[in-house]
C-alpha cells in the first residue's frame, strides 16, 4: 500500500508540475506559410532576450478561422494578424476606401477587446496586402485589377488562390467578384506554399499574391494595384489576450518595443530566405533580430 501511496504521490506532483509550466508558458502561434513561421520567432526569441518568460511554440496551427477561437478559448496567447483580415473576416465590419492605418487599428483593437478579451498592440511596421500577380508571359499589360478585369474577358484566364481565400467573407474571392467582375475560364484551389510555382510554371494564370512574397521579386511576376480599394490596410500586429498581459505584465511593453521594426522591405528578405534558399525560419527570425540590434548574438 506504501507503494502504491508513493506512485500515485509521485503522479500527482507530476501533474502539478506539469500544470504550474503550462500556467508560466506563453504559447505563442502563427499561420501554416512561410511569413507566419517567421514572425512568431522574431515575437518569441525578442520575448526570451528580453524577459524571464518562457515560450512554447504552436506553429502553423491554421488560418483565421481557427486562429481566433484558439486564441478566444486560450489554447494560445499570442499570434501575429493582419488587421484588414480582423476587420472584414473576423469582426464582419467594412472599411471605407482610403481608411487610414491608424482608423483600422482602432476598430479591430475595440471589436476583439469587446468579443474576444483579446487586444492589439503596436503594429510591427510592415503591412501585407493583396496584389493580384501574374506572368510576363501571359501579356495582359495590366497595371490595375480593373485592367486585368477587361482581359479576362478576351483571355483563357485560370485564377488560382489558397483554399481559404474562397471561404473568406467580407475579403475573399466572392467579394473580390462583386467588386470587380473578372470572367475566369476556370478557378482552382492551391496551397499557399505553391502557388507562385503554379503562376511561374502557367498552371495558373492570375494569383492572389502577398506583397511581402519574395517569389514576387524572384520569379519576375508583374503585380496590379486595388485601383477600387476593395482590400482593406493589412497592418501586421501582435494580437494577445488580455489573461496573458495581466499573467506577464512585462510583455505589452516588450512587445511594443518591436513597434515599426519591420518593414516590407525586411520581411520580403526574410521569406525569399525561407521560400527560395531554403533556410529554417528560426535563424533567419535570429539573424534579423542581431542585425537590427534587437539582441545579442
Known amino acids: 500500500m506504501k507503494k502504491l501511496i508513493g506512485i500515485v504521490g509521485l503522479a500527482a506532483i507530476m501533474l502539478l508540475s506539469a500544470c504550474s509550466d503550462s500556467e508560466e508558458t506563453l504559447v505563442i502561434s502563427g499561420k501554416p506559410w512561410t511569413e ?7 515575437l518569441g526569441q525578442y520575448i526570451e532576450g528580453k ?3 518562457d515560450v512554447e511554440y504552436k506553429e502553423g496551427l491554421g488560418e483565421v478561422a481557427i486562429m481566433t477561437p484558439a486564441l478566444e478559448k486560450g489554447d494560445i496567447d499570442l499570434y501575429v494578424e493582419y488587421t484588414g483580415t480582423g476587420l472584414k473576416d473576423v469582426l464582419k465590419e467594412e472599411s471605407a476606401v482610403g481608411e ?4 483600422v487599428l482602432e476598430k479591430v483593437r475595440k471589436g476583439y477587446e469587446e468579443q474576444f478579451e483579446a487586444t492589439w498592440l ?7 496586402t493583396y496584389t493580384l500577380a501574374y506572368t510576363k508571359d501571359n501579356g495582359y499589360n495590366a497595371e490595375t485589377y480593373s485592367d486585368l478585369v477587361e482581359a479576362s474577358k478576351t483571355s483563357d484566364m485560370v485564377f488560382g488562390a489558397p483554399h481559404a481565400f474562397y471561404e473568406r467573407k467580407g475579403d475573399g474571392f466572392d467579394d473580390l467578384i462583386n467588386t470587380y467582375p473578372f470572367v475566369f475560364s476556370e478557378t482552382q484551389s492551391l496551397d499557399p506554399n505553391v502557388m507562385y510555382e503554379a503562376l511561374k510554371n502557367g498552371d495558373v494564370d492570375v494569383i492572389p499574391a502577398f506583397t511581402t512574397d519574395g517569389r514576387i521579386e ?4 508583374l503585380t496590379t494595384t486595388d485601383d477600387l480599394g476593395f482590400f482593406p490596410k493589412y497592418d501586421a500586429a501582435p494580437v494577445v489576450r488580455m489573461e496573458a498581459l495581466e499573467k506577464f505584465p512585462e510583455l505589452e511593453n516588450t512587445l511594443n518595443e518591436l513597434a515599426g521594426q519591420i518593414s ?7 521569406n525569399a530566405r525561407v521560400d527560395i ?10 539573424d534579423f533580430l542581431v542585425e537590427k540590434g534587437l539582441i545579442e548574438e
Do not use: Y
Open 100 to 103: 487610414s492605418s491608424d482608423s
Open 51 to 53: 524577459t524571464d518568460i
Open 36 to 42: 507566419q513561421f517567421i514572425l512568431p520567432q522574431i
Open 218 to 221: 524572384r520569379f519576375d511576376l
Open 277 to 286: 534558399d531554403g533556410d529554417k525560419p528560426e535563424d533567419v527570425a535570429r
Open 122 to 128: 503596436s503594429p510591427l511596421g510592415f503591412e501585407n
Open 264 to 270: 516590407e522591405e525586411d520581411m520580403l528578405k526574410m
